[in-house]
């Protein structure tokens, strides 16, 4: 079996500070994991993915997200945080045997103040 | 990144009539493809998997009657909204899965039914 928690539901930034936005996981096998991002009334755009590479993933627009077994967690940082950067947040994941479903977080909103 | 295009973007229909929405990978070609369902400020839901030139699989829950499924070429699967009712209001959102098992999202499709 495989879950997703993102631990944080709302997250409120101001405009060029840092964003975390925590995530952990379950898995009984070696998972692959990914954040997407959602802005309103819109699909998903995959901002990152961890597939058992390097546990340090960078993606696009500044973000990067760290794998840590030990932990079992997936967090998502940016050092400075832009306006556009105000969307949904999901951490997402994917293991065997089911390999091709995926596990979806609830999701973390970010809001950004100027 | 690949393209997923998705439409129409938003429909709004009398209650008891079928409405389809369209899912195509612009520039990959996708044995499978998901479709899902997301209720406001909730996560996503997998409804079912659709596989080109076979029958899709539909998670727990879903009709399968109501929601019909077609995966008619590798680049194009769509879902049919038979007889649809006010509960059926909802964003569908479709994936195409590319050939290193990473997912890509349509935008999204916003069904009203009156």
């Known amino acids: 079996a495989q879950s997703v928690t993102q631990l944080d539901s709302h997250v409120s930034v101001s405009e060029g500070t840092p964003v975390l936005l925590r995530c952990n996981y379950s898995s009984s096998y070696s998972p692959s994991l990914f954040w997407y991002v959602q802005h309103p009334n819109k699909g998903l755009q995959l901002l990152l993915k961890?597939?058992?590479?390097?546990?340090l993933v960078k993606g696009i627009n500044g973000f990067e997200a760290e794998f840590k077994k030990s932990e079992t967690s997936f967090h998502l940082t940016k050092p400075s945080a832009h306006m556009s950067d105000a969307a949904e947040y999901f951490c997402?994941?994917?293991?065997?045997?089911?390999?091709?479903?995926?596990?979806f977080g609830a999701g973390t909103t970010v809001t950004v103040r100027a | 990144g690949a393209v997923v295009s998705q439409h129409p973007s938003r429909v709004i229909c009398k209650s008891g009539t079928s409405v389809k929405i369209e899912c195509r990978s612009l520039d990959f070609q996708a044995t499978t493809m998901f479709w899902y369902r997301q209720f406001p400020k909730q996560s996503l839901m997998l409804m079912a998997t659709?596989?080109?030139?076979?029958?899709?699989?539909?998670e727990q829950g879903v009709e399968k009657d109501k929601f019909l499924i077609n995966h008619a070429s590798l680049t194009l699967s769509t879902l049919t909204v038979t007889s649809a009712h006010p509960e059926d209001s909802s964003f569908y959102i479709c994936s195409a899965r590319d050939n290193k098992n990473i997912q890509y999202f349509g935008a999204g499709t916003r069904l009203s039914v009156l």
């Open positions: 997402v994941v994917r293991s065997p045997p089911n390999d091709y479903k995926l596990s």
């Open positions: 659709s596989n080109e030139g076979s029958k899709a699989t539909y």
């Open positions: 961890y597939t058992s590479a390097a546990t």
